[in-house]
């Protein structure tokens, strides 16, 4: 079954508005939680990660906001440009020793000029 | 330059011929991974290594097989490819942070299979 539920699987944002990328999970065992960014063509590449005991992380135009008690995660992005465009990836980690990250669907999100 | 290298890119087989993708970091990390990504299904583990000769299945290994013989190559093999195995794989590699939790992946740029 399904660990981690990634909303919506699609998106389309007119520049300079805010995407906003939904996690859920459903068991406490996780222990990061990141997100990775895929353009067409290319592997996947670490955008951002939250640790558990942190509510809210900000890079630059990038924003993971974490909500523990409800097993979510969400990725904000502000000002979305058309070189956003990409799919996107949230993923947790196992905690134990095996290190394995569990990836949601993804989402293909479109920025229009 | 730190990455994660993949050869061959792009391969059309035939079932039943045995191919090998090869994978090879530069970065001394312990941890490596290969991945399949098919539409509508994300990424999911084909198998991963914690070490040098350290295996593991991940939750798709069927059809599958790797070896790591040393700590910067990591190649997949398919014994006898089948068309369920068309795919673009990834092979994947990390090393613990300073904090021990926050790791980053390393992807190569994939390779994608085509089994006729």
């Known amino acids: 079954q399904q660990q981690v539920k990634q909303s919506p699987q699609s998106l389309i944002v007119q520049k300079g508005g805010i995407s906003i990328i939904n996690c859920a999970y459903e068991?406490?065992?996780?222990?990061?939680f990141p997100w990775y960014q895929q353009f067409p063509g290319k592997g996947p590449a670490l955008l951002i990660a939250?640790?558990?005991d942190v509510s809210e992380k900000k890079e630059g135009r990038f924003t993971i906001s974490f909500n523990k008690s409800a097993k979510q995660f969400s990725l904000h992005i502000m000002d979305s440009q058309p070189g956003d465009s990409a799919t996107y990836f949230c993923?947790?980690?196992?905690?134990?020793?095996?290190?394995?990250?569990?990836w949601g669907l993804g989402t293909s999100l479109a920025v229009n000029p | 330059e730190a990455q994660v290298t993949q050869n061959p890119r792009y391969l059309i087989t035939v079932t039943g011929k045995k191919l090998t993708v090869t994978c090879s970091q530069n970065m001394n990390h312990e941890y490596m991974s290969w991945y399949r990504q098919d539409p509508g299904l994300g990424l999911r583990q084909i198998y991963y290594?914690?070490?040098?000769?350290?295996?593991d299945k991940g939750d798709v290994p069927e059809g599958y097989k790797v070896s790591r013989k040393e700590k910067r190559n990591f190649p997949l093999i398919l014994e006898s490819p089948s068309p369920n195995q068309t795919s673009l794989y990834f092979c994947?590699?990390?090393?613990?942070?300073?904090?021990?939790?926050?790791?980053?992946?390393?992807f190569g740029p994939g390779t994608r299979l085509l089994v006729l």
């Open positions: 068991n406490t065992a996780f222990d990061y």
């Open positions: 994947a590699s990390s090393s613990p942070g300073t904090s021990g939790i926050l790791e980053t992946q390393y």
């Open positions: 993923a947790v980690r196992n905690a134990g020793n095996n290190r394995k990250l569990i």
């Open positions: 290594s914690m070490n040098v000769e350290v295996t």
């Open positions: 939250i640790r558990p």
